[in-house]
């Protein structure tokens, strides 16, 4: 059975798309649109009752979520093209950027920017809803900006986030930087400069490309 790869284009599911396009790995695609509801629909919520993208149904049926258990499967799964690094410090330097990249950036800043409603109080009268909008938003713009000037202090001047080669790290850190560019919030030098490497790696053009963006 062939991967089956649930996505939505310019999402946090890029990233993996990034992962999955680099292992040369045959894959269905499957599209959702978030705005739509596709990822609230029975059909989907019984293969992913956390009702999120990414997630990916492997061989043998079993379903997998969460972008750090995702891009961790598949660099073990195959290992030759060396998406986590062998030496064990290293390869927990690429699991911490995921997971501060995924529950930090993503997790508790963009989710304020992209999904503000879920952040508001129950009941809120009309006239609130503004000013209540703003300061979720207001907060979202302040954690991701906190979040890579964190970034900036510790990302190498060259290569990629863990070494010289690509890794998972640069998979998740690819997605927040784009976000960044997309939703014009300011990155700091080295952030700036890894993200322009990161665009330059052909498979991640190719990736952009297949997903609508030039
Ligand atoms: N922690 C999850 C986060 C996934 C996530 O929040 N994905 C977003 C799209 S980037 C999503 O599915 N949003 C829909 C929603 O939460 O309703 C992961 O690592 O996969």
Known sequence: MTLKFYMTPGSCSTGLHVLLEMLELPFEAYVLNLPAGDHRQPAY??????????????????????????AFWLARRYPKAGLLPDDPLLAARALEWMDY?????????????????????AGLSTDDQPAWRDAVQARGREIVTQAFALMEAR???????????????????????????KTRLPLPPRCAALYQRLRAVPVVQQVLREEGYR
């Open 45 to 70: 919520l019984a293969l992913n009752p956390k009702g999120t993208i990414p997630a990916l149904v492997l061989d043998d049926g079993q379903v997998l979520s969460e972008f750090q258990a995702i």
């Open 101 to 121: 990249v995924v529950g930090t950036v993503h997790g508790q800043g963009y989710t304020r920017l992209f999904t503000t409603e879920a952040y508001l109080p």
């Open 155 to 181: 990302l190498p001047e060259a290569g990629f986030a863990v070494g010289e080669r690509f890794s998972v790290a640069d998979a998740a850190l690819l997605y927040v930087l784009f976000w960044a560019d």
